[in-house]
């Protein structure tokens, strides 16, 4: 089933012209990348090749405690999915992002990352050794050497992730609704810190079977 | 095995409550009067970064509610509480908790002073201090579960709180299947539709229980279950 959202008042692109981005940077297929956006600064995920979920955690980039909620985002909004218009909010209650452009439509945020041991609980315990989002994460910010760990690592963002909640209370993992091309792009309401795994997820069609690239994008704030 | 029951005491409204279930026992909530809302946070005690992971229990399971079969997963592939008795039948695991300015924006200003004992708490200072009281904080503060309450999805993504959704005597029975820092609160869902401050008291109850067999409704509810017990099992030998 292919359920890509053709229309609607979440289907809204940016004025912002890649030419003009003061970063670009691609994301190979199980990737980390880690990087501070500055207030005001816009920042945009493009999905190039399609059906590629991007798993995203932000912290605010000057007390990492405080760090992007799902919970509190979605309660925030009264709606599990994310789209234009979307506060991304921190455990504290702040603003961390704004979604202000998404051609895709729908944003995951209760899916979560994969990882060594969730795969082996999801599909074999043989799974152990396949890469995995948590792995990705971990290294990104042991790398990133400011003291952050596996404590760090919470409920994240599945950008172009499609994870809908059924009536019955059943979660269930459609297949994606994003296409070649597709983006969501936020204004930073606070310096954050961004961290990024692109998904190597083989076990399920998150990736639709093949992980793939994405760029990421980043424009100076408004002057 | 005799199910001995190890004691009881009642969790007044709005307050918090933390206790390390061992593996063997389990915990028993009671909504004494209908309406309650319990917040919790689970962690294994022997090394508490690893906890509670709602996107874990809910995709290895493909839920969106907590009832009797199903489990709390960590982060580690392991099982830390099961589900062996129900009686409410959807407990909510996605609809988060209360914080100070939603509380004060909802209910009005209240302080120590002015309301003594009955001052309106919210969810997330509730967690805070009591996860303090380990040695645990902000990093801590992960997504919780929500005992007693529903939260409904409909197509387009809006969640809507089913108000009066417990009803007095109604429990669940939480297994222990490591040693688990249970961390909770009687403070309302943050979806609660009740323009009152009005927590509820809930009584829990803590007794040994057998080990789950090999046959256990939890343990068979699903083969992904199978596999977490494993793991879990493997972590004890």
Same mark, same amino acid.
């Given at each position: 089933?292919?359920?890509?959202?053709?229309?609607?008042?979440?289907?809204?692109?940016?004025?912002?012209?890649?030419?003009?981005?003061?970063?670009?940077?691609?994301?190979?297929?199980?990737?980390?990348?880690?990087?501070?956006?500055?207030?005001?600064?816009?920042?945009?995920?493009?999905?190039?090749?399609?059906?590629?979920?991007?798993?995203?955690?932000?912290?605010?980039?000057?007390?990492?405690?405080?760090?992007?909620?799902?919970?509190?985002?979605?309660?925030?909004?009264?709606?599990?999915?994310?789209?234009?218009?979307?506060?991304?909010?921190?455990?504290?209650?702040?603003?961390?992002?704004?979604?202000?452009?998404?051609?895709?439509?729908?944003?995951?945020?209760?899916?979560?990352?994969?990882?060594?041991?969730?795969?082996?609980?999801?599909?074999?315990?043989?799974?152990?050794?396949?890469?995995?989002?948590?792995?990705?994460?971990?290294?990104?910010?042991?790398?990133?050497?400011?003291?952050?760990?596996?404590?760090?690592?919470?409920?994240?963002?599945?950008?172009?992730?499609?994870?809908?909640?059924?009536?019955?209370?059943?979660?269930?993992?459609?297949?994606?609704?994003?296409?070649?091309?597709?983006?969501?792009?936020?204004?930073?309401?606070?310096?954050?810190?961004?961290?990024?795994?692109?998904?190597?997820?083989?076990?399920?069609?998150?990736?639709?079977?093949?992980?793939?690239?994405?760029?990421?994008?980043?424009?100076?704030?408004?002057? | 095995?005799?199910?001995?029951?190890?004691?009881?005491?009642?969790?007044?409204?709005?307050?918090?409550?933390?206790?390390?279930?061992?593996?063997?026992?389990?915990?028993?909530?009671?909504?004494?009067?209908?309406?309650?809302?319990?917040?919790?946070?689970?962690?294994?005690?022997?090394?508490?970064?690893?906890?509670?992971?709602?996107?874990?229990?809910?995709?290895?399971?493909?839920?969106?509610?907590?009832?009797?079969?199903?489990?709390?997963?960590?982060?580690?592939?392991?099982?830390?509480?099961?589900?062996?008795?129900?009686?409410?039948?959807?407990?909510?695991?996605?609809?988060?908790?209360?914080?100070?300015?939603?509380?004060?924006?909802?209910?009005?200003?209240?302080?120590?002073?002015?309301? %003594?004992? #009955?001052?309106?708490? /919210? *969810?997330?200072? +509730? @967690?805070?201090?009591?996860?303090? $009281?380990? =040695?645990?904080?902000?990093?801590?503060?992960?997504?919780?579960?929500?005992?007693?309450? %529903?939260? #409904?999805?409909?197509? /387009? *993504?809006?969640? +809507? @709180?089913?108000?009066?959704?417990? $009803?007095? =005597?109604?429990?669940?029975?939480?297994?222990?299947?490591?040693?688990?820092?249970?961390?909770?609160?009687?403070?309302?869902?943050?979806?609660?539709?009740?323009?009152?401050?009005?927590?509820?008291?809930?009584?829990?109850?803590?007794?040994?229980?057998?080990?789950?067999?090999?046959?256990?409704?939890?343990?068979?509810?699903?083969?992904?279950?199978?596999?977490?017990?494993?793991?879990?099992?493997?972590?004890?030998?």
């Amino acid at each position: 089933m292919s359920a890509t959202i053709t229309s609607g008042k979440n289907l809204v692109e940016s004025k912002l012209r890649p030419e003009a981005a003061i970063y670009r940077h691609v994301i190979n297929a199980g990737d980390p990348w880690i990087r501070e956006i500055k207030q005001g600064q816009y920042f945009r995920i493009v999905d190039l090749h399609g059906n590629q979920a991007v798993d995203t955690l932000f912290y605010n980039a000057h007390d990492y405690s405080d760090r992007y909620s799902a919970q509190d985002t979605i309660l925030q909004q009264r709606n599990i999915y994310l789209t234009t218009g979307t506060r991304l909010m921190s455990s504290a209650g702040a603003i961390l992002l704004t979604i202000v452009a998404d051609t895709c439509g729908r944003h995951d945020t209760l899916g979560g990352a994969c990882a060594n041991e969730s795969n082996m609980v999801r599909y074999a315990l043989e799974k152990r050794h396949m890469h995995a989002c948590r792995s990705s994460f971990l290294k990104a910010v042991i790398e990133w050497d400011h003291g952050m760990s596996k404590r760090d690592i919470t409920s994240n963002i599945n950008f172009f992730m499609n994870v809908p909640v059924t009536r019955e209370g059943k979660l269930t993992f459609e297949d994606g609704i994003s296409e070649p091309g597709k983006y969501v792009e936020m204004r930073a309401e606070t310096d954050v810190l961004a961290l990024i795994s692109n998904c190597p997820q083989l076990n399920n069609p998150c990736n639709a079977y093949n992980p793939t690239p994405v760029e990421v994008l980043i424009w100076a704030a408004e002057p | 095995m005799n199910e001995t029951v190890l004691w009881e005491e009642t969790i007044q409204p709005g307050a918090s409550w933390s206790h390390v279930l061992k593996r063997g026992t389990a915990l028993r909530v009671t909504d004494l009067e209908g309406g309650a809302n319990v917040g919790g946070i689970f962690f294994n005690f022997e090394c508490p970064t690893e906890r509670y992971n709602m996107p874990d229990t809910l995709k290895a399971q493909h839920v969106a509610r907590l009832t009797t079969g199903f489990v709390v997963y960590s982060d580690m592939g392991r099982i830390l509480l099961s589900v062996t008795a129900d009686t409410v039948g959807w407990h909510d695991p996605i609809g988060g908790t209360s914080n100070r300015k939603l509380v004060e924006a909802k209910y009005g200003p209240s302080s120590y002073q002015k309301d %003594r004992n #009955d001052y309106h708490k /919210d *969810g997330r200072d +509730s @967690f805070l201090v009591e996860l303090g $009281k380990w =040695g645990l904080g902000r990093r801590d503060l992960v997504a919780n579960v929500n005992l007693f309450s %529903r939260v #409904d999805v409909s197509d /387009d *993504g809006t969640m +809507s @709180f089913a108000q009066g959704h417990s $009803k007095a =005597g109604d429990s669940i029975d939480l297994r222990a299947e490591m040693n688990v820092l249970v961390i909770l609160n009687t403070c309302q869902h943050p979806l609660d539709t009740n323009p009152k401050y009005q927590p509820k008291p809930v009584r829990v109850l803590i007794r040994q229980v057998a080990a789950p067999t090999i046959e256990d409704p939890c343990r068979v509810s699903r083969p992904e279950n199978g596999r977490g017990f494993t793991l879990t099992e493997r972590y004890f030998m």
